[in-house]
Structure formats: C-alpha cells, structure tokens
C-alpha cells in the first residue's frame, strides 16, 4: 500500500513578500492588513517573527513608522483640526474647521506627563 504523500510545511514565504508586508505594515499598522495585501498568513509571519531576528528588527522598525505617522496625523488634526461643509437646508454655506482637543489634551499628556497628566487623588 503507497504511504500517502506528506504535506509539505513552507514557512519560508519569498523575500519580496516579506518586503511587500513590512511596506504595508509601516503604512498602516495592521498586521492583518498588510497580511492580507502581501498573500501571507498572519500566523506565519508571527513564526517568522520568533525564529529570525532580522525580520523581527524590520517589523519593529515598520511598527515604529507606523506610530510616527499616526502621532503625525493626531498632531496636525488637534492643531490644524478637520474641514467640513456646512449645509443648511440643502445649500452649501460655508467651511467649518473642527478641532479635537481631547486628543490634544491626549497628546499633551504622553509627551509630558508630569504637566499634563492627570492629577493624582488622595484619599
């Protein structure tokens, strides 16, 4: 009786995938995503990220881009703050500029703590 053919495990995934993957999670921060954008499996890139040292200082530093860009958006849109139509009754008035200060405040306190954290109570 044929022994049935074994399963062939690969877990060394091209190295142009791996680039495609560390591109997109820089991008965006989502593993899932950049998963999906470059055809491999989340569970794969997370063995390869245990077992080889390079690819995990690629992911950290595609991690790293990923949060400048998102504190760089966070800072503009508290700063700069959002535009948006304004409508009344079907007519377009104006611009309205929007600002977050809760994620100002947000920001505030992760950059300086001991000003702008939040006041310790006693009680």
């Known amino acids: 009786m044929p022994r049935p053919a074994r399963r062939r495990r690969i877990d060394a995934p091209a190295t142009k995938k791996l680039g495609t993957f560390l591109r997109h999670l820089a991008r965006t921060g989502s593993v899932a995503f950049a998963a999906e954008r470059a055809g491999l499996s989340r569970n794969t890139l997370y063995r390869r990220r245990r077992t080889d040292p390079v690819f995990a200082a690629g992911w ?3 991690i ?3 949060v400048d860009r998102l504190h760089g958006e966070a800072m503009r849109r508290s700063v700069s703050g959002n535009g948006r139509a304004a409508f009344r009754r079907g007519r377009r008035l ?3 500029r929007d ?3 809760g994620l100002l405040i947000r920001l505030l306190r992760l950059h300086w703590p001991a000003t702008y954290g939040r006041a310790l109570r006693h009680d």
């Open 60 to 62: 950290a530093d595609a």
């Open 64 to 66: 790293g881009s990923a």
């Open 94 to 96: 104006s611009a309205i």
């Open 99 to 101: 600002y977050d200060s």
